[in-house]
């Protein structure tokens, strides 16, 4: 005759379930997945990969110029022969006004910044497509591939910008007291990049047409901008709406603060950096949303 145990009796005459019976460290379950929203932007988190932020900006200037004959010398060429096309089609044969300023160096101040972006936004967009293995096996921030990639192109900028100051110097033009304000044009056109290249870098990811877009959107965006030409060509009631392009304050800072040129006005100023605060704020949103898709899709 077999002796059969009583059953333990817990919360309405119930065994209860195993893992309870074993303690609650047996129930703990442990989900890791990406913060959404704003939540996700940890600034102390970039900051504590800044060791992998610095390689990779650094990773970003070797390749750039690696096994290239005249090296850092591409960052001044492209804007340079831009200036001379424009400066033959626009300076002289169409008499393009340019503010009082010689054309050559008028075109070439917007050009520097100009570059910088347009460059910002190829390098930025295509950031993340171009390390599929790093983005499905290493944590790290994902944010820090565009902003690497936007980055690095700061040191193209100041190479391009030292040649700049020699041709003002070289056509007699002394920067005033306006260039102390340069900086902060230099930190707009830096938003600017970063914000656009949140959006295309992360949609890229999902959908490659974004690849061909890119071009096409700089070859738009490139006559939405008075480089070419002076803003002062555009009728007063809209120069309000067109300084929702950033890149019109940008530009018209740039001449502003080094060339004396009086184009510029608070309103349109004001505009352009609430726009690109605008662009830099949805974008960094949007690329923190689309995080947690970036591995399953690249």
Same mark, same amino acid.
């Given at each position: 005759?077999? /002796?059969?145990?009583?059953?333990?009796?817990?919360?309405?005459? %119930? !065994?209860?379930?195993?893992?309870?019976?074993?303690?609650?460290?047996?129930?703990?379950?442990?989900?890791?997945?990406?913060?959404?929203?704003?939540?996700?932007?940890? *600034?102390?988190?970039?900051?504590?990969?800044? !060791? &992998?932020?610095?390689?990779?900006?650094?990773? #970003?200037?070797? %390749?750039?110029?690696?096994?290239? %004959?005249?090296?850092?010398?591409?960052?001044?060429?492209?804007?340079? $022969?831009?200036?001379?096309?424009?400066?033959?089609?626009?300076?002289?044969?169409? !008499?393009?006004?340019?503010?009082?300023?010689?054309?050559?160096?008028?075109?070439?101040?917007?050009?520097?910044?100009?570059?910088? =972006?347009?460059?910002?936004? @190829?390098?930025?967009?295509?950031?993340?497509?171009?390390?599929?293995?790093?983005?499905?096996?290493?944590? =790290?921030?994902?944010?820090?591939?565009?902003?690497?990639?936007?980055?690095?192109? &700061? %040191? !193209? =900028?100041?190479?391009?910008?030292?040649?700049?100051?020699?041709? $003002?110097?070289?056509?007699?033009?002394?920067?005033?007291?306006?260039?102390?304000?340069?900086?902060?044009?230099?930190?707009?056109?830096?938003?600017?990049?970063?914000? *656009?290249? =949140?959006?295309?870098?992360?949609?890229?990811?999902?959908?490659?047409?974004?690849?061909?877009?890119?071009?096409?959107?700089?070859?738009?965006?490139?006559?939405?901008?008075?480089?070419?030409?002076?803003?002062?060509?555009?009728?007063?009631?809209?120069? @309000?709406?067109?300084?929702?392009?950033?890149?019109?304050?940008?530009? /018209?800072?740039?001449?502003?603060?080094?060339?004396?040129?009086?184009?510029?006005?608070?309103?349109?100023?004001?505009?352009?950096?609430?726009?690109?605060?605008?662009?830099?704020?949805?974008? $960094?949103?949007?690329?923190?949303?689309?995080?947690? #898709?970036?591995?399953?899709?690249?």
């Amino acid at each position: 005759m077999h /002796e059969q145990s009583e059953p333990t009796l817990s919360r309405g005459g %119930v !065994d209860p379930p195993l893992d309870e019976r074993q303690g609650p460290a047996a129930r703990t379950t442990l989900v890791v997945g990406p913060p959404g929203g704003w939540q996700a932007l940890d *600034v102390r988190e970039i900051w504590r990969y800044r !060791d &992998l932020l610095y390689f990779l900006v650094w990773r #970003e200037v070797k %390749v750039r110029y690696k096994q290239t %004959v005249i090296g850092g010398a591409w960052a001044v060429l492209q804007p340079f $022969m831009t200036m001379v096309v424009f400066s033959v089609i626009f300076g002289l044969l169409i !008499d393009v006004p340019s503010d009082g300023v010689p054309y050559p160096v008028f075109s070439f101040a917007a050009l520097v910044p100009w570059t910088f =972006f347009a460059t910002a936004l @190829a390098r930025g967009g295509n950031s993340l497509v171009q390390d599929p293995s790093l983005l499905s096996k290493v944590y =790290f921030p994902r944010i820090t591939l565009p902003l690497a990639a936007v980055s690095s192109l &700061l %040191v !193209d =900028f100041a190479i391009a910008f030292v040649i700049l100051i020699g041709m $003002m110097l070289f056509y007699g033009i002394v920067p005033g007291v306006a260039s102390l304000a340069l900086p902060l044009f230099v930190v707009l056109a830096y938003v600017t990049a970063l914000g *656009v290249g =949140f959006w295309l870098s992360a949609a890229n990811v999902k959908y490659r047409d974004i690849n061909y877009v890119i071009p096409v959107l700089v070859q738009f965006w490139l006559f939405l901008t008075p480089i070419a030409y002076p803003s002062s060509l555009i009728p007063e009631a809209w120069r @309000a709406l067109y300084g929702l392009n950033p890149m019109v304050g940008v530009v /018209e800072g740039f001449r502003w603060a080094l060339l004396g040129t009086e184009s510029a006005t608070s309103a349109s100023l004001l505009v352009s950096a609430a726009a690109a605060l605008l662009l830099f704020g949805s974008g $960094m949103l949007y690329f923190r949303r689309m995080e947690r #898709e970036f591995a399953d899709v690249v």
